[in-house]
């Protein structure tokens, strides 16, 4: 059972000489309805978390379309009107709003409800579809990225109209099915639905705190360029016998493509990569380097020998305001067990590049093709298709939208947040401040330690239950915030 205040008892977030905790008298008429309803609270989030809706798979494609009805049926038995699993050409969006706080901000709120692949599935404790609690933590795939914030909006919004049979702002949903696989139909989906998306913000609920469990707020997010090399020899494998030496090998060339791709210490060698790049002030120089950070014990937390990256950089700024280029995927050849001579017909890689502000992916994909062109082996034919991609982003520190939202994790968990940049993609981040011309802040609840994308996701349940508490007081807060309305 989740107590309130917190910081009764014993703390969970113990952060030193300076935790009062600040009651806000404006949620405590929300304690009873929440209390009385952990149990079925945890059971909704279990369900949530039984889809295996991985967007990038097609045969999950049912998956996805069976949860995005799900969150349909749950926004509907809350009280959310106008509520609709929207068509996008790809996996659905599911659209609700709730529209009667007359005179208050409209909010556009943002989760995604699709999730990453499970492989290697030997490698989870427990199925990754079958949700179980340890420790005070959830495991699951999507626990974490993103169903967390998916349940955290609807139980928040739940608590609130089950209470006050009213929110205290104008809330529009939109739950996405692509974030995974590059959020290919969205910004389509936006540009139809300009008129019903109209809002004085969005909140975007799919970050996390910083190490520790330290409450942030992000303020930029990185963008993707997301690329497949094939390189392809003669049809058929050849014996490496009868033709090797005479002839150029399409896994050899590609192995060769790659390296040329980025040097010994992190600096990526396509020309040009680095022109949009907008380097760091010392201001933000010095706010990364006062971050509490223990480069050995995160390193020691990833099992690594020793870490690396762009020369020059702290760890910290190459995660999150540095580009990167990284294979995602190789493969190619004789891979069964044993021997077999040949060479290769063909072999292919997947790479990416996460992007940091002014990177433009379309820019960066036609430097990168022109770079695998310009380095590859006459021997062998090679193209480069594009995958995906988005652009980075960065919030302004001094919004009042950002602001409240400081002030409800503040209020919530006992201590100011910090501010961060973090290495991931939204995509849809620059597509609501370009196509909707909206101010997006990022708030999210995620332990760093998640292991999103891999195997063992996990949330902790603290910031789930902390969570739906600071985002009720971020609607509390928003009306006098001055931010429209
Ligand atoms: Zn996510």
């Known amino acids: 059972m989740a107590t309130w205040p917190p910081h009764r008892g014993r703390p969970r977030y113990d952060f030193g000489p300076n935790t009062e905790t600040r009651m806000a008298t404006t949620i405590t008429d929300l304690d009873t309805y929440l209390d009385a309803n952990h149990d079925r609270r945890l059971e909704s989030y279990k369900a949530l978390l039984r889809f295996p809706s991985i967007s990038a798979l097609p045969e999950h494609a049912p998956d996805c379309r069976r949860c995005a009805e799900h969150i349909a049926g749950e926004l509907r038995a809350i009280g959310v009107e106008h509520v609709e699993v929207s068509e996008t050409g790809g996996h659905p969006v599911v659209y609700g709003d709730w529209l009667h706080a007359d005179g208050a901000p409209t909010v556009l709120v943002y989760a995604h409800y699709d999730v990453q692949p499970v492989d290697p599935v030997d490698l989870w404790d427990s199925p990754p579809f079958d949700p179980a609690v340890h420790d005070g933590r959830i495991l699951a795939r999507g626990a974490a990225d993103d169903k967390s914030h998916v349940h955290m909006h609807l139980r928040a919004t739940e608590a609130l109209l089950a209470t006050r049979g009213r929110l205290p702002v104008n809330l529009r949903f939109l739950f996405e099915g692509e974030e995974e696989s590059s959020s290919e139909n969205l910004d389509r989906w936006l540009e139809n639905n300009r008129e019903r998306l109209k809002a004085d913000v969005v909140v975007i609920s799919d970050t996390g705190f910083f190490e520790g469990n330290i409450p942030a707020i992000t303020l ?266």
């Open 220 to 485: 930029g997010l990185r963008g993707l360029m997301y690329a497949q090399i094939d390189v392809t020899g003669s049809p058929v494998d050849l014996h490496s016998g009868g033709f090797g030496g005479a002839v150029e090998n399409p896994a050899n060339a590609l192995a060769r493509i790659i390296a040329e791709l980025k040097d010994r210490n992190g600096r990526i060698l396509i020309p040009g990569f680095y022109d949009d790049v907008a380097e760091l002030s010392p201001k933000e120089r010095e706010a990364f380097a006062e971050l509490p950070f223990d480069e050995d014990a995160y390193r020691d937390g990833l099992a690594l020998p020793a870490l690396a990256g762009e020369e020059g950089f702290t760890v910290l700024e190459r995660k999150g305001a540095r580009p990167t280029l990284d294979v995602n995927g190789i493969w190619g050849g004789f891979q069964g067990e044993g021997t077999k001579t040949i060479i290769p017909a063909h072999a292919h890689a997947k790479v990416s590049c996460r992007l940091v502000p002014n990177q433009d992916p379309d820019t960066i994909f036609e430097l990168f093709r022109a770079r695998v062109e310009e380095v590859a082996p006459p021997g062998v034919r090679t193209t480069v298709q594009k995958l995906g991609g988005g652009k980075p982003s960065l919030t302004p520190m001094d919004h009042p939208a950002t602001k409240a939202a400081a002030r409800a994790l503040e209020a919530t968990f006992g201590r100011a947040p910090v501010y961060i940049r973090e290495g991931g993609s939204i995509p849809v981040c620059a597509s609501f401040e370009s196509i909707l011309g909206l101010p997006v802040v990022l708030f999210g609840f995620v332990n760093p330690d998640c292991n999103a994308h891999a195997p063992n996701e996990s949330m902790v349940l603290d910031n789930v239950e902390l969570g739906i508490r600071a985002i009720a007081r971020l609607w509390d807060e928003l009306p006098g915030a001055g931010i429209g309305g």
